[in-house]
């Protein structure tokens, strides 16, 4: 059989297009509505985490305030508040919902190359956060021995959610494993196979590239974290020793001995931390196009952004013991592993120099997008820069476990990735829905978030310092403490919950705007990408109507000098290039 | 034009359609193609991933290894394993010869019987596991034991993964399916098949050298 490039066949939508709600909007096998469903689920689960870490920080700014928040369920929240957002709302909402949405759309296809299995995807994705969320439900609560698990703490009898939490959560970290998975080859094979004419791999906008990458990480890091789950959860329902030593346990040897802690810390790792650039680079991608876009000028350094989402992704196999500094593995390890961590920063501040020299004399246009994906800019820089003292080995043992670590990880992997998803999610907005939001309640979110999340975080550096240590319910006898640090963790808390309050905002706007009539404003933004260029808006089953986009140039022609508008669309052939490949030369 | 080419392009310097109207995949080969060497990457991390963690587990536990002696029902499972890749190899070849492709033609019997005998090895390694239980060989009394549980349990989960498709392709053969899709179908089981063959080499190795 000849092979027939996707593009080339004919609509293969037309035999199975949905016809009933159920078929559009629950079984559905369209990458759009897929999307959202993924999308919605993860930010839904990711208010749930929004709302425990408000109650976590309620003990910590004005403790014992609530009877009923004990250590135990501190820790538990805790434990779900990290795994959730780590997992089940950032890794979800970036590649299950922007890159099921994005990426057909990018890169002019009609759908996913495995539609089925797409939609399986989902389904296990959902099963997946059901497990976790049972876990609540159960004897002895949800898992509290912090997001990383750490065996023997975690599978120990006398942890919170010790058992059935612990035994849920791996289960569920099992099952979200293989819908990324699913989800994953999907992507990959997309990106690669099924690109319209003329997408060439350098044509593709920046997003394509950071989700492509990203998924690549996960599709590699992921069985990290199956192994140890697997382990873990022999050692916790079978009574193997993969991860347990000898202990005594109430006066009595336990019955597991032998093991190795260290073994769940480096299996653990590997996969955790490609998991933080399974989070930053579609987040990269993603704010590169909605910078260029309102700067209304191209990217600055293209292939450069392209290499160095490539390299960080390389790299960001050989840094994990850097989260392992005071775990007493070997000082070389340390001394090899802070190399790696230094060497990292290079390709990262190539990006953020790129980013700012793209808005080096653009024609910006500060609307809610744009403010996010600069604010973006402010975060990431500060939280990589702290990243740096981390890094080092003889910083990091001073604040290891502190307050400082908190801020520095919030910062670069909290408030960073979440920022580019605002940006991204009122970029898109008016692509995914024909509606358009309301600009100045936007802007009211935006600098409410932003600010706001400074106030969370500046002090956090400061409570680091000072050596208050992280994950603690309350101050025990910690003289060194001064008292006013318990002003500031007020200070902290009133913050917080003001930024949680702020998001209501954002769910207002969306809502609100989706009663609006439709603006049936195909390109609003006046970007060159191709999903903007769609023949509805939003667009149809199959996206293109009865033929596929060609594409004509890369994605980023913004203010061509002698073009009639300050951009030109991907599919647009222009006058005098209709039929050769032309260059244009440097004149 | 070459990947090479296509990555280190300007593509800001370029414009019109290179080579042509027609589409370019990156690779000229069936999407499935491309999903299945992706998954047999994936599945290489994970068990290089569970064998380093073996070793890791060797010089890091407390010296509690005590070496599991191998059942010889292991030497007769990978002779029956060697078998099923010969012959889902030879179906494959058959297919290539064949016009139609039937369950009851040559490639389609081959394909049955390939795994049919895949079922013996998944029967021939339960067994092992029996002999080894019987032995005093358990889960909890040793972690070598407990490895050797582990590997040899996620082989057979994805030869199980493997059924499923075979399943689902012997149903679409009988059912008349078209030649290009059985023949493509027997292809990638037979990739598969062989990729699993190669690892539970590395993984019998392993397992018999420590």
């Known amino acids: 059989m000849a092979y027939v490039p996707l593009a080339d066949q004919d609509d293969p939508h037309a035999l199975h297009d949905p016809h009933s709600f159920i078929t559009k909007y629950v079984w559905s096998q369209d990458h759009k509505v897929i999307a959202i469903q993924y999308g919605g689920t993860a930010i839904f689960v990711g208010l749930i985490a929004l709302g425990l870490s408000i109650l976590m920080r309620l003990q910590l700014g004005f403790p014992d305030s609530i009877s009923w928040i004990d250590p135990a369920f501190y820790y538990q929240a805790v434990t779900m508040h990290g795994m959730i957002m780590v997992v089940y709302l950032l890794t979800a909402l970036f590649l299950g919902g922007f890159g099921n949405y994005l990426i057909p759309l990018m890169c002019g296809t009609r759908d996913m190359v495995f539609p089925f299995l797409n939609m399986l995807s989902f389904w296990f994705y959902l099963l997946s956060v059901i497990i976790l969320l049972a876990s609540f439900f159960v004897t002895g609560g949800p898992a509290g021995a912090g997001w990383t698990l750490y065996a023997p703490q975690s599978i120990t009898a006398g942890t919170p959610g010790s058992g059935g939490g612990m035994l849920l959560m791996l289960i569920s970290l099992a099952v979200f494993i293989v819908a990324f998975t699913m989800g994953g080859l999907n992507y990959v094979t997309t990106i690669l196979q099924a690109r319209t004419r003329g997408m060439t791999l350098m044509r593709m906008p920046l997003s394509i590239w950071g989700i492509f990458t990203a998924t690549v990480l996960g599709l590699f890091a992921f069985p990290a974290l199956l192994v140890s789950a697997i382990m873990l959860g022999f050692d916790l329902v079978l009574g193997t020793s993969f991860f347990m030593p000898a202990m005594m346990q109430l006066g009595e040897q336990s019955t597991q001995d032998g093991g190795s802690p260290i073994l769940f810390q480096h299996l653990f790792w590997f996969f955790g931390h490609p998991e933080v650039y399974i ?113 080092n080995v003889i ?107 702020a998001q209501v905002l954002f769910f207002i706007n969306i809502f609100m ?75 | 034009m070459s990947l090479y080419r296509q990555v280190t392009e300007k593509p800001w310097d370029q414009v019109g359609l290179p080579d042509g109207i027609e589409a370019r995949p990156t690779f000229q080969v069936p999407d499935q193609k491309v999903a299945l060497v992706l998954f047999v990457i994936v599945a290489c991390v994970l068990f290089s991933l569970l064998t380093v963690s073996y070793y890791l587990r060797i010089a890091w536990g407390a010296g509690d290894w005590v070496p599991v002696s ?36 040559m490639a389609g019997l081959l394909f049955l019987a390939g795994g049919l005998l895949t079922l ?7 067994a092992a596991w029996q002999t080894l239980i019987g032995g005093g060989y358990t889960l909890q009394s040793n972690p070598a034991n407990a490895f050797f549980y582990l590997l040899t349990g996620v082989h057979v989960l994805h030869l199980a993964g493997g059924l499923w498709v075979w399943t689902k392709a012997l149903f679409r053969m009988s059912s008349g399916a078209d030649a290009g899709d059985s023949r493509l179908s027997i292809e990638l089981c037979t990739w598969y098949w062989h990729f699993l063959l190669l690892v539970w080499f590395g993984l019998f190795y392993v397992l018999s050298t420590t």
């Open chain 1, 279 to 391: 989070v930053a680079l579609p987040a990269f991608g993603l704010v590169s196009d909605v910078i260029a876009t309102h700067a209304r000028k191209n990217i600055f350094g293209y292939r450069m952004m392209v290499w160095a989402i490539i390299a960080i992704g390389g790299l960001s196999f050989l840094v994990w013991a850097h989260h392992m500094y005071v775990s007493g593995m070997n000082p070389y390890f340390g001394f090899f592993f802070a190399t790696t961590t230094l060497i990292i920063a290079v390709p990262t501040a190539l990006k953020v120099y790129n980013w700012v020299l793209t808005l080096w004399q653009g024609n910006i246009r500060l609307n809610t997008p744009m403010l996010f994906a600069i604010g973006f800019i402010f975060t990431f820089v500060h939280g990589g820069l702290t990243g740096l003292f981390l890094g």
């Open chain 1, 395 to 501: 910083i990091d043992v001073p604040l290891a476990d502190t307050y400082f670590v908190v801020a520095h990880f919030h910062m670069v992997m909290g408030v960073s990735p979440v920022l580019v998803l605002y940006a991204a999610l009122y970029h898109w907005y008016p692509k995914m829905t024909g509606r358009m939001y309301n600009e100045t309640m936007g802007k009211v979110h935006f600098w409410c978030t932003f600010l706001g999340t400074y106030a969370i975080y500046l002090p956090m550096h400061y409570l680091g310092f000072l050596g208050v240590p992280r994950r603690y319910y309350e101050m025990g006898n910690t003289d060194f403490v001064p008292a006013t640090a318990q002003a500031l963790n007020a200070n902290i808390t009133i913050a917080a919950i003001f930024v949680a309050t």
């Open chain 2, 70 to 105: 191998e059942p010889a029902t292991l030497w007769v499972n990978t002779g029956v394993l060697v078998a099923c890749s010969a012959v889902l190899q030879w179906s494959l070849i058959q297919a290539r010869r064949q016009e139609a492709i039937r369950l009851t033609s």
């Open chain 2, 120 to 126: 013996v090895f998944i029967a021939g390694q339960y």
């Open chain 1, 513 to 587: 705007s989706l009663r609006k009539e439709k603006d049936a404003v195909g390109n609003p933004w006046g970007a060159t990408t191709l999903e903007w260029q769609t023949p509805d808006t939003p667009p149809k089953h199959g996206n293109w109507g009865p033929e596929l986009p060609t594409v004509y140039r890369w994605a980023y022609d913004y203010s061509v000098p002698g073009a009639k508008q300050d951009f030109i669309p991907q599919n647009e052939p222009g006058e005098e290039y209709e039929k050769t490949f032309h260059t244009r030369g440097h004149s």
